[in-house]
């Protein structure tokens, strides 16, 4: 397998060039475009690695899929989807646009920002910083690592340049869908895309949710499964961005990408997968990354279709 992985790392690499480190978040300029690395994470407590596997990345939008876990664990399906929607969205992530002219004015998804800091605010906790502690608990379990910590200059580039982030949730806070303090809500979901981990650490939490909740390597329930059973199903209608439907054609997997070059994807019932490229396409997602799953879906036959 990690001769397969190491040629299919090899091959993929030079589509770096095709697309861009992202820049709207200053600190993550200074990613290495070049970077190209992947775990994988299967059933059997077997990790295979290979290419830049020890980069260490921020987890930024990848957060979301755990974020709404919390969320429903804290507050039941019924209460979140009463809030946020479950559809795909052709917008950009951070597009404000539908949220005035939908009539609910829910956002579209938990997986565009406004969706995601929705379910932020309805993970259980008084404060940003005990929502922020809930979920950052619930990775470094599911990671099965205690040492993740938070990238406190991505945290920090976050906070003072992230106006349209700001923008969504006083709109949020406006039409009643968010409650509480909006800034206290905002820190928490800026600092829950700065935990810094590498694809390790993520393909683990891949492999829970593949596994219907429950830890490989311990046989700990971690997640209930009738949440992994939503999750997968989000991740598959929303997970990358505005390319989401051409991921499930070519490569046919629950997924969700992150603009720090990362994406966590779930083989049900067989393995976790993580991903870290970060040159970026057109959409926001991974371009070496795409090219590197779509040889693994093909040659280990993982579509779920
Ligand atoms: N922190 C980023 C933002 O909200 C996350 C974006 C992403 O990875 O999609 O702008």
């Not at 260490?56 to 809030?83: N, P, R, Y």
């Not at 970026?280 to 993982?302: H, R």
Request: aromatic content about 8%.
């Amino acid at each position: 397998m990690e001769k397969m992985l190491n040629e299919i790392i090899k091959k993929n690499k030079i589509y770096a060039k095709d697309g861009r480190v992202t820049t709207y978040i200053p600190e993550l300029a200074k990613a290495d475009p070049d970077a190209l690395g992947i775990a994988i994470y299967d059933l059997q407590n077997n990790i295979f690695l290979a290419g830049d596997f020890e980069t260490k990345f921020t987890i930024q939008s990848v957060s979301k899929v755990i974020i709404l876990a919390c969320a429903l664990i804290d507050q039941g399906k019924e209460i979140v989807f009463s809030k946020v929607g479950a559809e795909p969205s052709a917008d950009a992530f951070n597009s404000i646009v539908k949220l005035e002219t939908r009539d609910s004015h829910k956002p579209l998804n938990p997986f565009i920002n406004a969706g995601a800091i929705v379910c932020t605010s309805l993970v259980n906790g008084n404060s940003g910083y005990e929502k922020f502690n809930r979920v950052f608990k619930t990775i470094k379990t599911m990671a099965n690592n205690p040492t993740i910590k938070v990238n406190e200059q991505v945290f920090i580039s976050e906070k003072f340049t992230g106006n349209t982030n700001r923008a969504i949730a006083y709109y949020l806070k406006g039409a009643n869908i968010i409650n509480g303090d909006v800034e206290d809500v905002l820190d928490a979901y800026f600092k829950l895309c700065s935990v810094e981990v590498t694809v390790k650490d993520v393909a683990k939490m891949a492999t829970i949710i593949a596994n219907n909740g429950i830890a490989p390597w311990s046989n700990e329930a971690i997640l209930p499964v009738d949440i992994c059973k939503v999750l997968k199903a989000i991740m598959m209608i929303c997970g990358l961005y505005n390319a989401s439907g051409e991921f499930a054609v070519n490569i046919g997997i629950p997924a969700k990408s992150g603009v720090g070059g990362c994406i966590m994807s779930v083989v049900p019932n067989k393995m976790g997968i993580a991903v870290i490229g970060p040159s970026l396409d057109e959409n926001g997602n991974s371009v070496a990354g795409l090219k590197v799953l779509e040889n693994l879906s093909k040659e280990l036959d993982l579509s779920i279709f």
